[in-house]
């Protein structure tokens, strides 16, 4: 079927654009650039609505409690630290791979904004996934001494 076809696109572009790229990241970009789908608007719709992702940024501020609203962002994927994955296991024990997805906190930080009331402190920053695709993207970013 469609899957089936749109899978089998993919990965005949991964070869076109593996020599092009230095990390998993880059060669994600480099896959969705050059795959002949894109050029195409009938087909492009279909692509976008299998791959993108909606999510908002949540921060709260552990010095003065405010939370700021960010508006919510489409992408054709995330970016994840390996790193991330296992604290969260470790963390929450038997919680499942999905379940972390839903919430996804990046070691991502920004700042608590004084324009709206905040106080300036840097502090994290939690993603949340609110519309899942189809056909989800995860490029997991690996240090190069970590292990399994």
């Not at 009938?42 to 299998?50: A, C």
């Not at 909606?54 to 630290?81: F, H, L, T, W």
């Not at 709206?116 to 695709?133: L, N, R, W």
Request: proline share 4%; glycine share 4%; with cysteine.
């Amino acid at each position: 079927g469609l899957y089936s076809y749109l899978l089998g696109s993919v990965l005949a572009s991964l070869e076109e654009a593996h020599f092009m790229s230095n990390n998993a990241s880059e060669l994600l970009v480099a896959i969705l650039e050059y795959w002949p789908c894109w050029k195409i608007p009938e087909i492009e719709s279909v692509v976008t609505h299998l791959f993108t992702l909606e999510e908002y940024e949540r921060m709260s501020c552990s010095k003065c409690r405010k939370k700021p609203n960010y508006p919510e962002q489409s992408s054709y994927g995330i970016v994840m630290a390996a790193d991330s994955i296992r604290d969260w296991k470790s963390t929450f024990g038997n919680i499942k791979f999905e379940d972390i997805l839903k919430v996804i906190r990046l070691e991502e930080k920004m700042l608590c904004d004084i324009k709206t009331g905040g106080c300036g402190k840097t502090d994290f920053v939690h993603h949340i996934i609110t519309t899942c695709p189809p056909i989800f993207t995860i490029v997991l970013e690996w240090e190069k001494d970590e292990t399994v």
